[in-house]
């Protein structure tokens, strides 16, 4: 079992910054990839950025490529997602999760075995 628990929101005014944290706990040696995904209110969950966890490599969503980054602390078990340059459309509420197989992709939710209990970010106009 591995548990996530995110940490970080916030309201912020448009262009502004935040960082989210995510520390994991539990059997966290099982773990392949990290991701972020996020779900506004009434719009499906969709993928942020993920990571995984030993070789490091990192994805995003079109939508943030450029303005947000992913990273890790292994000694910590804690992965960030910093968010620059931060647009209303960005408002949501984000969600950690971690998955311990290689589906193939770390971009879908059904990649994902645990997942935090969201942190809610407001990115005001």
């Known amino acids: 079992q591995v548990h996530v628990v995110e940490s970080g929101g916030g309201l912020v005014q448009a262009g502004g910054s935040l960082r989210l944290s995510c520390a994991a706990s539990?059997?966290?040696?099982?773990?392949?990839?990290m991701g972020w995904f996020r779900q506004a209110p009434g719009k499906e969950r969709e993928f942020v950025a993920a990571?995984?966890?030993?070789?490091?490599?990192?994805y995003y969503a079109d939508s943030v490529k450029g303005r947000f980054t992913i990273s890790r602390d292994n000694a910590k078990n804690t992965v960030y997602l910093q968010m620059n340059s931060l647009k209303p459309e960005d408002t949501a509420t984000y969600y950690c999760?971690?998955?311990?197989?290689?589906?193939?992709?770390?971009?879908?939710?059904?990649?994902?075995?645990?997942w935090g209990q969201g942190s809610q970010v407001t990115v005001s106009s």
């Open positions: 990571l995984t966890w030993n070789g490091g490599n990192t």
């Open positions: 999760a971690a998955g311990r197989r290689n589906w193939g992709t770390t971009q879908r939710a059904f990649a994902y075995d645990y």
């Open positions: 539990g059997r966290t040696f099982s773990i392949y990839a």
